[in-house]
């Protein structure tokens, strides 16, 4: 048990003030408490003014004493806090407060803070955690390191409710996707485009396709990976930096443009690849979260990432498609099973380490049940970094090939992998974070 006055705080390093000189704060439980929440006694002087977006953060505020006026920067609105008076947010909203009295509240965050954060020029606190909380023997730490919200690749299978909004931006954000398309992301974890695509298009795509994976140059470099029983190329990584086609497909608007909406901020290429998935035995890819990947063996610390699938052939039921467990993306499945070095040399070829178990599938399945995408050629899927995934081998005489092109936000830059020993090659997690222009 802990037993702490706001008097044993005064003069202590828990005991912080502003680079501002807008509050001061008294940290009564911080991250090394480890009790998954930091609280604070908070004063905001009179007259201030304070811009603020925990964009890493989710803080909950009561007032105890004063007033102040807080505008949610999403919608306009502003409402009076005063003595009485709780503020959620829940959200990661961009707010402002303006005091009329010394405003003084109690707030709790989640991720805990460690007690040496400061609001940067956006008003966000860092991401920081204790050298000794870090338990996670692939992780480095030098002094402080991102914390891990989505822990895998330990001994067990764990689940995690998502800490992370789903779309970033703001609902009325401009960009191509409608407002009622953000809402069914949100909700689904993906959305589709009949034709992203004209049939001119899609003729151009393809026949770049047709020509990298003839290249004979192209299937001697490491960035291609194929089929272990065929010998046939099943992918080219890294395409927008190979072809100057899919360069211009990266930069289009319509695609770009999307990412923006999604994730509320520029965007890099995370990963792009052409898939090729001919008939006649061509396998698939076996259930599980892009993140959960992303995260333990490139580095990625939260889910601010997206993908879009774009279809250079009709994606018939039976060729093989995409398959989606709608609302899925909720949820982070921790898998079980350490990361072996060099492990992407295997799992493009055949997944084994980061799959969930049969009974996690079987109970996801059964929550969410599953969406299979069929379409033209020219249209597109977009969905979100965690959702559960997969499809099954081609069997048919119909080919199915895509172009698949990953999008992260420039606020998520891949940190040191979080559960492998060594990064994966930069042409298949990027480390070139120069947003698309």
Not at 114 to 136: A, F, K, S
Not at 172 to 193: H, I, K
Not at 297 to 323: Q, W
Request: glycine fraction near 8%.
């Amino acid at each position: 048990m802990i037993v702490r006055s706001f008097k044993d705080i005064e003069g202590t390093d828990r005991h912080v003030r502003s680079a501002s000189g807008t509050w001061e704060s008294k940290r009564i439980v911080l991250a090394k408490e480890r009790v998954g929440f930091s609280l604070h006694e908070t004063i905001l002087y009179a007259g201030t003014e304070t811009s603020m977006w925990y964009a890493n953060h989710v803080e909950a505020v009561v007032c105890v004493e004063g007033e102040a006026e807080l505008t949610d920067h999403e919608t306009g609105r502003a409402h009076t806090i005063t003595p009485g008076t709780m503020y959620l947010l829940d959200g990661h909203e961009r707010h402002t407060l303006r005091v009329k009295e010394d405003f003084r509240c109690i707030c709790v965050f989640n991720p805990p803070v460690t007690g040496r954060e400061d609001h940067d020029e956006n008003g966000v606190y860092p991401l920081l955690t204790e050298p000794e909380e870090c338990d996670n023997p692939m992780t480095t730490v030098t002094g402080t390191h991102v914390t891990d919200l989505y822990p895998s690749r330990g001994a067990t299978e764990v689940t995690v409710p998502r800490q992370d909004p789903v779309v970033w931006g703001a609902p009325d954000a401009p960009g191509p996707f409608e407002p009622l398309d953000l809402q069914s992301f949100e909700r689904d974890g993906f959305a589709t485009v009949d034709q992203l695509l004209t049939d001119d298009e899609v003729a151009v795509y393809k026949g770049e396709l047709d020509r990298l994976v003839g290249d004979p140059a192209i299937r001697a470099d490491d960035r291609s990976i194929v089929e272990p029983r065929t010998k046939e190329i099943r992918s080219v990584f890294e395409v927008h930096r190979i072809s100057e086609v899919f360069a211009r497909l990266v930069r289009d608007e319509r695609v770009v443009g999307r990412a923006r909406q999604l994730l509320g901020s520029d965007v890099y290429v995370h990963q792009s690849r052409i898939n090729v998935k001919p008939g006649f035995g061509a396998s698939g890819f076996y259930w599980h979260s892009d993140f959960e990947t992303w995260h333990a063996e490139d580095g990625l610390p939260r889910m601010r990432t997206v993908s879009v699938s774009i279809a250079l052939t009709e994606n018939h039921d039976t060729n093989g498609g995409l398959m989606i467990m709608p609302g899925s993306h909720k949820t982070f499945l921790g898998c079980a099973g350490a990361t072996p070095k060099d492990n992407y040399k295997q799992s493009l070829q055949m997944q084994d380490a980061g799959t969930p178990s049969d009974e996690a599938l079987t109970e996801m399945a059964s929550a969410y049940g599953i969406k299979l995408f069929t379409g033209r050629a020219g249209s597109a899927t977009w969905f979100d970094c965690n959702c559960m995934h997969g499809s099954g081998d081609n069997i048919t005489p119909f080919p199915r090939s895509n172009v698949f092109i990953v999008f992260n936000s420039v606020e998520n830059a891949a940190v040191e992998p979080f559960a492998a020993p060594v990064r994966r090659p930069e042409f298949i997690g990027a480390r070139d974070f120069t947003p698309v222009r």
